[in-house]
């Protein structure tokens, strides 16, 4: 699937992952063994199900965090870049102001 249609890598990952949660707690309900035992393994499931969650979580805050630095990186490059040719501009009009005025008018 692609990002153009609205699926991204990390929809797919999280969407892969709830499945093998799911599939795992199916799979732990209808296993023979003593209620005792099943919510043990459940409760070890939510565990690493949560952990996963959290570090997904982080990397996806590294990754948004990284990109907004990126992004102010080169909005500040842009912006010197602006006004430098904009300082440019108001010196060359300047100096042409200068120039013209010291012509003798016709």
Known sequence: MREEEGFGAGSILLSFLLGGLV???FALLLA???GRETRQKIRELSEEAREKAKEYVEDIK???TSNIDKGKGFFEEKKSLISSAIEAGKEAYEKEKERLSQEPHA
């Open 62 to 64: 590294g990754k948004v």
């Open 23 to 25: 599939g795992a707690g």
């Open 32 to 34: 023979p063994q003593s």
